[in-house]
């Protein structure tokens, strides 16, 4: 679920200055057209993140448990790529899930081509939502029920993540804090998780700075027996 992308963040962030710095150096007008544009860019984007809500994916199976997938042993295989879509690396994470009390604890290790070993654990707290009658039906005669809703903590995540399910989709959406040159920089996270088998999740996690998509990752978990 969820790791660093300092290569592909460093990459675009380093573009974007400098070329911002040869704008405002050759055109004092920039400025003014920038502000225009900047406004422009953060109101498509604050649109297309609002363009598919968890909600409609209501009534698909299998149902997506929180907590009856992510409970033992579990195995990730996936993919980064950078903006342009190209692939960067590729890594496979071993998952250790439990609860108690009502609260999940997930450990997550993750292990890339290059070597490099990074590691997370998240805790998910409910949220109270009771779920309502089994026996009602939307008008596609699917089965309503109230989407299930956790936050999510970690120590690079800023803040709290958002989780919420409903049929078999998991969407998460949070700030990660990642290590840049001699300092942090935040990037805005969106998860979309999808239950294809019971015991089989594919991943699409997205991330933006400044309202731009600077990369992206596409991986599967498999629940193990």
């Not at 997506?64 to 590729?90: C, P, Q, T, W």
């Not at 997370?120 to 109270?128: E, I, S």
Request: contains cysteine; hydrophobic residues 40%; glycine residues 10%.
């Amino acid at each position: 679920m969820l790791f660093a992308w300092q290569r592909a963040i460093s990459n675009f962030v380093l573009c974007i200055g400098f070329r911002l710095r040869q704008l405002v150096g050759q055109n004092t007008t920039f400025i003014r057209t920038a502000k225009w544009g900047a406004l422009v860019g953060l109101l498509s984007t604050i649109l297309g993140c609002g363009s598919v809500n968890v909600s409609e994916y209501e009534g698909l199976t299998p149902e997506f448990d929180v907590r009856e997938f992510f409970n033992g042993e579990l195995k990730a295989h996936g993919i980064v790529k950078n903006r342009s879509g190209k692939m960067i690396r590729y890594f496979v994470a071993d998952i250790k899930a439990t609860w108690k009390d009502g609260t999940g604890t997930l450990e997550e290790t993750f292990v890339f081509n290059d070597g490099e070993k990074q590691y997370r654990t998240w805790t998910l707290t409910p949220q109270d939502s009771a779920p309502t009658s089994g026996s009602e039906k939307d008008s596609g005669g699917r089965s309503g029920k109230t989407p299930q809703q956790y936050i999510g903590t970690a120590s690079d995540v800023i803040g709290q993540a958002e989780l919420t399910s409903s049929g078999n989709a998991l969407f998460l959406n949070y700030v990660l804090r990642i290590p840049y040159k001699d300092d942090t920089i935040d990037i805005t996270v969106d998860d979309r998780m999808y239950l294809i088998e019971d015991n089989l999740l594919i991943n699409e996690s997205a991330m933006f700075k400044f309202g731009f998509n600077v990369g992206e990752v596409v991986l599967t978990i498999q629940k193990l027996p």
